[in-house]
T-cell receptor
Framework: GAVVSQHPSWVICKSGTSVKIECRSL??????MFWYRQFPKQSLMLMAT?????????EQGVEKDKFLINHASLTLSTLTVTSAHPEDSSFYIC???????????FGPGTRLTVL | QQQVKQSPQSLIVQKGGISIINCAYE??????FPWYQQFPGKGPALLIAIRPDVSEKKEGRFTISFNKSAKQFSLHIMDSQPGDSATYFC????????????FGQGTTLQVKP
């Protein structure tokens, strides 16, 4: 089946630093990728929709200047958490939509801990 | 109108039993209904999905039942196994909206040996 990878799988950083998370579709092309945030024992919260070659669309309440998204190719999207603070600690998950089947496949997630 | 309501929040089933999770939606524009399984610390994995043109879809021990008029759909796990213990999310999307998924609240399933 289709595979989506994320890197890194976990990261610990100091408050005030920036962290970049990569999301790659390994065996299919994805014109659209999505970034989610998930708190313990809660559902996935969509942060933004990332379209290849254009600006991301952010959900209401998500700070676009804090969560920078770049979708430079059909297989890669990146999420940069800028000036991270402890409240940004969370599980970040990306997904990629197969443009031919419309099926959305999820990455394994990235655990971010901000000290 | 964009919400997907999922129940129950948690479910305990004996090994070999049937697990049933229900979801309801309001937006009649939804045309794709997937179910995802998530283990702790992992990303969700697609289990099975259905479109409104069919009322039931079965893949192995997993079956989706879809009731278009009631705007409800459910996941049935037959012969539930301890390895099925996970959190299950239903979702819905509509093709004309970039495929953005609207997720239910999730159901934590525990299958007792």
């Amino acid at each position: 089946g289709a595979v989506v990878s994320q890197h890194p799988s976990w990261v610990i950083c100091k408050s005030g630093t920036s962290v970049k998370i990569e999301c790659r579709s390994l065996d299919f092309q994805a014109t659209t990728m999505f970034w989610y945030r998930q708190f313990p024992k809660q559902s996935l919260m969509l942060m933004a929709t990332s379209n290849e070659g254009s600006k991301a669309t952010y959900e209401q309440g998500v700070e676009k200047d804090k969560f920078l998204i770049n979708h430079a190719s059909l297989t890669l999207s990146t999420l940069t958490v800028t000036s991270a603070h402890p409240e940004d600690s969370s599980f970040y998950i990306c997904s990629a939509r197969d443009q031919f089947t419309d099926t959305q496949y999820f990455g394994p997630g990235t655990r971010l801990t901000v000290l | 109108q964009q919400q997907v309501k999922q129940s129950p929040q948690s479910l305990i089933v004996q090994k070999g039993g049937i697990s049933i999770i229900n979801c309801a939606y309001e937006n009649t524009a939804f045309d794709y209904f997937p179910w995802y399984q998530q283990f702790p610390g992992k990303g969700p994995a697609l289990l099975i999905a259905i479109r409104p043109d069919v009322s039931e879809k079965k893949e192995g021990r997993f079956t989706i039942s879809f009731n278009k008029s009631a705007k409800q759909f459910s996941l049935h796990i037959m012969d539930s196994q301890p390895g099925d213990s996970a959190t299950y999310f239903c979702a819905a999307s509509w093709s004309s909206n970039t495929g953005k998924l609207i997720f239910g609240q999730g159901t934590t399933l525990q299958v007792k040996p």
